[in-house]
C-alpha cells in the first residue's frame, strides 16, 4: 500500500498541474455577470424649431443631465400628439425607444410642431455609454458612443 504512494512520478505531477493550471485559467476568463436593466420613462416638450431634418442632438449640462432634441417628428406628430422616451439602462449599454402618439393635423396654423426635447437624468456620470436610439414610428435609428460629461454637444443623423 505504502508503495502506491511512492510511485507517483514526474509525469503524474505534471497532469495534475496541468489540470490545475486549466482549473485556475478557466476562472481567470469567465465572464462576469451582467448588470440589472432599469428602464426610465420620459414625457417629452413638443416644439417648433424649424428643422425637418430627422437627426437627435445630445447635449450634456453641467448637472450631468442629457438634453436630447429630437428634429423631423413633424411627418409623425400633429400639434396634440405626444412625444415619450423609454430609456433601458444595462451597464454602459443605453437604448433608447421613442414612443410618439399621433394627434390631428393642424390645417390653421402655418408652424407644426417638428421637434421634441426631452430631459434625461438616468446615464452615469463620468462613463463611456455605448447609445442606441430607435424611433420605430418612422423606421429611424442612430448609434453613437461618448462619454456622459459637460459640455458634450453632438448631432446624429436617423437613417432607415
Not at 421613442?98 to 438616468?122: H, V
Amino acid at each position: 500500500m505504502t508503495l502506491l504512494w511512492i510511485a507517483i512520478g514526474t509525469v503524474e505531477v505534471c497532469v495534475l498541474l496541468f489540470i490545475l493550471a486549466a482549473a485556475v485559467l478557466a476562472l481567470a476568463i469567465r465572464p462576469g455577470g451582467k448588470a440589472p436593466a432599469e428602464t426610465y420613462f420620459y414625457a417629452g416638450d413638443l416644439m417648433t424649431a424649424g428643422d425637418s431634418q430627422p437627426e437627435i442632438v445630445i447635449t450634456i449640462g453641467d448637472d450631468y443631465r442629457a438634453a436630447i432634441m429630437r428634429r423631423g417628428i413633424d411627418s409623425v406628430i400633429g400639434d396634440d400628439g405626444a412625444a415619450s422616451l423609454a430609456v433601458t439602462v444595462t451597464a454602459t449599454d443605453v437604448t433608447i425607444e421613442e414612443r410618439l402618439t399621433p394627434g390631428k393635423p393642424n390645417i390653421f396654423n402655418a408652424e407644426s410642431i417638428d421637434s421634441a426635447m426631452f430631459f434625461i437624468d438616468c446615464l452615469p456620470p463620468n462613463t463611456r455609454i455605448h447609445l442606441r436610439y430607435n424611433a420605430s414610428a418612422s423606421s429611424r435609428s442612430a448609434s453613437c458612443s461618448f462619454t456622459v460629461k459637460p459640455g458634450f454637444r453632438y448631432r446624429l443623423p436617423l437613417t432607415q
